[in-house]
């Protein structure tokens, strides 16, 4: 087991601990060790952050764009040499997969690389003045100092979600990760220092939200607030934000419909589905949460789904290439078993799972899971599992899945299977999601990624992210 040892704050270009000398220990999901301390941020360090994030705009918003792009290709540069380092600091905090952490890495990468391409294509827009008295244009400007409260499941994919965007846009940043698991962003903030990234540009800290979170939200110097989490906790940014007017930018909960009509490619939605709802464990927003399969396909479909997941291996470790590991926490694990005994008191069949893995009971394990028998009242539809609970439903008709599907507060991604033209226009249309995924699936930094109902508001992503980072201003000319 490797100790990452005792990280620090990063705070105005330096390395310091917490003012109060808190430390937080991090565990290992995957056997129950600590692996690290990490400075405990209080209110003092909020507020010091806030005053260097304001100073750091002061500089950062008046560099030429090719200056901060000069800033930021090295940064991408000094993240891709530590890439061992970050992915093993993901592996350990949080359960990850060591090949699922390159994801992470590669989007903090992508991040910095095209977001200043981006912000380069940006153009004034024109405005015609139809009397012929004045010129006007609509100019973009930064936003000033972003406050963004990441989840624990990417640790630094969300990072790279905000970094990019924001430091392309002109904006400092300020990152609170998940205290569940800020081990690798703290190590970036290491690196940002290695590398004398410009002071007060990005900060990092991880506490309490009532000492931290509250601290930045309240703060009238927070110009920008922007999350990764759940809705309960964005509603609860949104009504604490009002002590200022703020831009705010949230992707919040999913309860994703994965919907395999009669004429789907079996194989490929059979993968799929494997793919979105084990992966990371489940513990993805955009996860295959309610699986919806016809009729006349449901009893092959099943059968295949649970040998599949029967046949998922289960480890830790770089050497071990497993396909699952563990669930972060021990309550977000046993709330699985209580998921699965909601169900199957209201009448589901468990399939597959529910059981801890032999050999594995000190860390946060759970066997691949499979309900079938589903029906809309149980917990495990109403809410989001977040972690490996396959709930396999059967349907007749499109008019019943549709209404079905769009029986949820969620509305982040949806996923149908369907070679038929005339249903492909109508669900795209008529599923109320953010995302609507055809016959494969695709995330990439230049495609938008955003939710609509309860899910969020904003996109991550694309130019689109860019928006969040910037104001525009009118500037009229008299001629």
Known sequence: MINFGYQKLYIDGQLIDAC?????????????????????????????????????????????????????????????????????????EMGKTYEGAWEDIEAVANGLEWYPNAMKNLRDEQIPDYEGTHSHKMIHQPAGVAVAYLAWNFPLLNVGFKLGPALAAGCSLIIKPSALSPLSAYLLGKIMHDIDFPAGVVNILSGPVAEVANTLTTSKKTNVLTMIGSTQTGLRVIADSTTSIKKLSMELGGNAPFIVFEDADFDTALDLAIGLKFGNSGQICVAANRIYIHESIYDKFLEAYIQRANNLKLGFGKDEKPDMGPLVTRLDRDRMFELVDDAVSKGATLEAGAKVPAGKEKGN?????????????????????????????????????????????????????TNNHARIERFSTELEFGEVQVNGVKYSIYLPHGGIKNSGIGHDCSHLALDDYLVKKRISIAK
């Open 20 to 92: 109060e000398q808190s430390k937080a220990q991090v565990t290992c999901p995957a056997t129950g060790e600590i692996i690290a301390e990490v400075a405990k941020a209080g209110k003092e360090d909020a507020l010091k952050a806030l005053d260097a994030a304001e100073r750091g705009f002061k500089y950062w918003s008046k560099l030429p764009l090719a200056d901060r792009t000069e800033w930021m290709m090295k940064l991408r540069q000094a993240v891709l040499d530590n890439e061992d380092l970050l992915r093993q600091a993901m592996i350990h």
């Open 365 to 417: 394990w759970i066997e691949p899971t499979v309900l079938s028998g589903v029906t809309n009242e149980m917990r495990v539809v109403q809410e989001e599992i977040f972690g490996p609970v396959a709930p396999i439903m059967k349907f007749t008709t499109d008019d019943e899945v549709l209404e079905l599907a769009n029986d949820t507060e969620y509305g982040l991604a949806s996923y149908i299977f």
